[in-house]
Nanobody
Framework: QLQLVESGGGSVHSGGSLTLSCVVSGPNSNTYGIGWFRQAPGKEREGVSCLSATDGGTFYDEFVEGRFSVSRDNAKKTVYLRMNSLKPEDTAVYYC????????????????????WGKGTLVTVSS
């Protein structure tokens, strides 16, 4: 059983930056790909940045590519999401999620196959 705990959310002005952290604990945690998803009020949850444990590949949604960066520190069992040039439309609850044996792209686009979810952290970007 994996546990994922997010932190680092908060309120920033447009153009600001935040770094989210996801601590992943449990058996064989390093074998799970980790994705960052977000859900804005009234919208479906969407994958924004994902990192595969299978091949180390990354995937970014078109709306965040070039602004967000996902990375992993296996020694600290932590996955980070660095978010730069934040926009009001980035406002959402951000969740980290885990799934084994998948590409980064598949991890991000098939939320229904996620095995474990964190509880989320709120990011608010004001104009």
């Amino acid at each position: 059983q994996l546990q994922l705990v997010e932190s680092g959310g908060g309120s920033v002005h447009s153009g600001g930056s935040l770094t989210l952290s996801c601590v992943v604990s449990g058996p064989n945690s390093n074998t799970y790909g980790i994705g960052w998803f977000r859900q804005a009020p009234g919208k479906e949850r969407e994958g924004v940045s994902c990192l595969s444990a299978t091949d180390g590949g990354t995937f970014y949604d078109e709306f965040v590519e070039g602004r967000f960066s996902v990375s992993r520190d296996n020694a600290k069992k932590t996955v980070y999401l660095r978010m730069n040039s934040l926009k009001p439309e980035d406002t959402a609850v951000y969740y980290c999620a885990a799934r084994q044996f998948t590409s980064a792209h598949a991890l991000c686009i098939t939320a229904g196959h996620i095995e474990y979810w964190g509880k989320g952290t709120l990011v608010t970007v004001s104009s």
